[in-house]
């Protein structure tokens, strides 16, 4: 179990949560707390900072990773089809109704919002050091759903009437909006990097949403949607792009000197140097985090099986890695090569036992009652349609290769319902490079004598992979993301800034309208629809 500086789970109970209807006056649900209390503040502030860690432990995990080329969520026979949820973001075919589940974390982070408003009516703004990091996560919490859902409210307490009632801003307004607001607060937020600011807003946090901000410029104030959306149109913001990602490097407080492996491992916290931004979990207080419950093959709980220790409870292995995409962890000597159970220049891979503590593969072989478990890269369906149903059996359990990348603490997960302390980053040093890497390819003006072959490079070397001799391409950049980036909720957001998002993968055929340019920007749900009446469900829904 992790040691956290972070506020325990009692103090935790005395946040007050947001209310998320937009119908009501978003003034009415002020609270008063005893403000002369440095205990009840913090305990506040820190239920907004963290307003994100039930979604990205879970739902936002499925429906982001599954509608990327990263994952094809299979049903086995009936089990994990749960209204074919994930199975519809695998297909680019998301339904407002079935995927709602996912859908819905719409309002977990709408709700976020409207807490970072409450702290600022109860405060003020004139304290900078603590507003100016409360509108910084605000801004990140605007940026997500405008990154996935388009036209967004600006939710910004100062701005609205006197019913309260906001409606969808056209996404471009909310791009420029969230730029502003960083801008104002990135000079007053917190410059130190410990274990006390660890998971909140800092400096470096707004200057690496900034960036995140401008090398999608093109995508967020352009129609998306539209046939005539160029991914390699001319970007106004890639120089901007690039000083933001110089301050955080200028900083020295980054590197990566982590061994790419153990820094997503159970124990990872503050002392990573790569984790500029992250939301953190410990299996007790800081729950929600189950990636290895849908990561671990059908069976692979059993004696013998993919621990060496037994896990208490089942697993659902629903999330297979598609082959295009494990056919990218093919590098000699990569590093990155490990956090996942396959071999991408392989059709099959044996199955060893993952030692429970370290995370690496033991000489213990993987059994199914005597059986030797082996994985295979193609994933063949039982049935062809939207069920994406493998079969309910060792031959369907084991289709596809499986991540490891966020490997659990087996005791805790046993102790503790499944739950894992890994803690998720959001933003990291390493993208911070290659962001930069990929503006001056595309564009913008190097500085500092960095060249996008020496960034690379730079990504390249500490995970001991095979460095490049000429400039990367646009092609080799988004592939070194997908290797850089698994499972930490990107790919999506990379697949349609280069242009890749109606690239065939996975079962996309079994869907005639997987192609289709509006699936670009998610549905709302219908529950969201339904509070918010005033609103239109984007197009193609």
Request: with cysteine.
């Amino acid at each position: 179990m992790k040691t956290r500086y972070i506020i325990s789970s009692a103090l935790m109970a005395l946040a007050i949560v947001g209310c998320t209807d937009l119908d009501v006056d978003i003034k009415s649900v002020y609270t008063e707390y005893p403000t002369d209390s440095e205990i009840a503040i913090e305990a506040r502030i820190s239920n907004a900072y963290f307003a994100f860690r039930d979604a990205i432990g879970r739902r936002y995990d499925e429906g982001i990773s599954c509608n990327s080329d990263e994952y094809t969520a299979v049903s086995f026979g009936g089990d994990y089809l749960n209204d074919r949820d994930m199975a519809n973001f695998s297909l680019h075919s998301v339904d407002q109704d079935a995927c709602k589940n996912q859908l819905n974390v719409y309002s977990e982070i709408q709700g976020g919002i409207t807490k970072c408003n409450q702290i600022l009516m109860d405060l003020g703004d004139e304290n900078v050091s603590v507003s100016a990091p409360v509108r910084a996560a605000r801004a990140f919490y605007t940026f997500l759903l405008m990154d996935n859902w388009g036209d967004t409210p600006i939710i910004d307490y100062r701005l609205l009437g006197a019913d309260g009632i906001v409606d969808r801003s056209p996404r471009a307004d909310v791009a420029r909006w969230i730029e502003t607001e960083l801008l104002e607060v990135r000079d007053d937020c917190p410059t130190e990097v410990s274990s006390e600011t660890y998971g909140t807003p800092t400096r470096w946090m707004v200057d690496a949403l900034l960036a995140k901000l401008y090398i999608n410029w093109n995508v967020y104030t352009q129609d998306v949607t539209s046939a005539s959306w160029s991914s390699t149109a001319t970007n106004e913001k890639l120089n901007d792009c690039v000083a933001a990602c110089d301050d955080v490097i200028k900083s020295g407080l980054f590197d990566l000197s982590d061994d790419y492996k153990k820094k997503f491992m159970y124990d990872n916290g503050p002392h990573i140097k790569d984790f500029i931004y992250a939301m953190p979990f410990d299996a007790i207080t800081q729950t929600g985090m189950t990636y290895a419950r849908f990561r671990t093959w059908r069976q692979g709980q059993k004696d013998n099986g993919f621990y060496s220790v037994p896990l208490a409870s089942s697993v659902g292995g629903n999330m297979a890695l598609t082959p295009e995409y494990a056919e990218l962890f093919c590098l000699p000597g990569d590093r990155r090569n490990d956090v996942i159970a396959g071999d991408a220049n392989a059709e099959t891979f044996d199955v060893y036992q993952y030692d429970a503590t370290t995370g690496e593969k033991t000489n213990v072989r993987n059994t199914y009652q005597g059986t030797p478990v082996v994985f295979t890269k193609k994933i063949t369906l039982a049935t062809q349609d939207g069920d994406l149903n493998t079969g309910k059996n060792l031959t369907g359990w084991v289709q596809g290769y499986k991540s490891i990348k966020f490997f659990p603490n087996v005791e805790e997960v046993n102790a503790h319902s499944r739950n894992q302390s890994n803690d998720i980053p959001i933003f990291r040093y390493a993208d911070i490079l290659l962001m930069k890497c990929e503006a001056i390819v595309r564009g913008a003006s190097a500085t500092n004598g960095d060249t996008p072959q020496s960034l690379f490079n730079q990504i390249r070397s500490y995970v001991n992979a095979p460095t490049i001799s000429s400039t990367p391409s646009l092609q080799d950049i988004l592939d070194e993301r997908g290797r850089e980036f698994l499972d930490e909720h990107w790919r999506r957001n990379d697949l349609i800034r280069f242009g890749d998002f109606e690239r065939e993968w996975g079962f996309k055929y079994l869907n005639p309208n997987a192609n289709a340019l509006t699936n670009r920007l998610l549905p709302l749900s219908r529950d969201i629809l339904n509070v918010n009446t005033n609103w239109k469900q984007n197009n193609g829904y």
